[in-house]
């Protein structure tokens, strides 16, 4: 079984900053892309930042230049770096971790975190 664990959300007004972490436990063979995805109330979720195990970044147009993915291998965990945060950052961040577990063979699934609030006042 597979955990992933955030911490970091809160509130801020605009311009500022926080930093969200996400580490993964369990039964883990290997970790390949992680990234953070939001969910705004009553909007679709959608990707934020996906960072592969080689270091291969991706952004959704509206945060580059202000956020920042990054991983720590060893630590199975996955941070993203907020600055300048707009009121429309606000929503509910998750973790998303392709993680390959392996009992009899190797098994590939998608595993979420609880997701983490962020608010951003203008």
């Known amino acids: 079984q597979v955990q992933l664990v955030e911490s970091g959300g809160g509130s801020v007004q605009a311009g500022g900053s926080l930093r969200l972490s996400c580490t993964a436990s369990?039964?883990?063979?290997?970790?390949?892309?992680m990234g953070w995805y939001r969910q705004a109330p009553g909007k679709q979720r959608e990707l934020v930042a996906t960072i592969t195990s080689g270091g291969s970044v991706n952004y959704r147009e509206s945060v580059k230049g202000r956020f920042t993915i990054s991983r720590d291998n060893a630590k199975n965990t996955v941070y993203l770096q907020m600055n300048s945060l707009k009121p429309e950052d606000t929503a509910v961040y998750y973790c998303n971790g392709v993680i390959v577990t392996y009992y009899t063979h190797p098994v590939e699934s998608d595993y979420w975190g609880q997701g983490t609030q962020v608010t951003v006042s203008s």
């Open positions: 369990g039964s883990i063979f290997s970790i390949n892309a």
